[in-house]
């Protein structure tokens, strides 16, 4: 098996809250990320796919392919955003990197047409990043079609 990596960046703002907490709770639970007005990251996104690397073009995925889908799934929708008010597959989520990563996943995978998602990875900063795997996970606070998917 081979394991074949695109990475891409976008900048883009949260805040985390979770709106059934009191504002004591929120603040004892995201501290700064609670600020009201948002703060931001530059965000590094790691997708890998795996496979068996095609007989004829020695290719698991072409990574102008990868790239190309990450760009329209993914980055022009984020990218200079506020995840918590500006994209559709983000709302009503808490928009930590775990729940953002495993909605990531659910968005790509269908579109991963050679080789098999293994991964995706999302940083938020070069210390602080996550790692989904696929495994089925339920979204705190997610949206019914995000909830759907999950069960
Ligand atoms: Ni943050």
């Known amino acids: 098996m081979v394991y074949v990596t695109r990475r891409a960046h976008f900048s883009a703002s949260h805040r985390l ?8 709770k929120n603040e004892a639970v ?3 990320c609670n600020n009201v007005n948002g703060h931001g990251h530059n965000y590094r996104l790691e997708v890998t796919v795996k496979g068996i690397p095609d007989p004829e073009t020695g290719y698991v995925i072409d990574l102008k392919v990868l790239a190309g889908l990450l760009e329209r799934e993914i980055i022009d929708k984020v990218d200079h955003r506020h995840l918590n008010y ?3 597959f983000l709302r009503g989520i808490i928009p930590t990197a775990e729940n953002v990563a495993v909605i990531f996943w659910r968005i790509l995978e269908p579109h991963i047409l050679s080789g098999t998602l293994h991964s995706v990875k999302l940083y938020e900063s070069d210390n602080n990043f996550v790692e989904y795997l696929g495994e089925p996970v339920a979204i705190a606070g997610g949206g019914e079609v995000w909830r759907e998917a999950a069960s």
């Open 86 to 88: 500006d994209v559709d």
């Open 17 to 24: 809250f979770n709106p059934a907490f009191s504002d004591e």
């Open 30 to 32: 995201f501290d700064k």
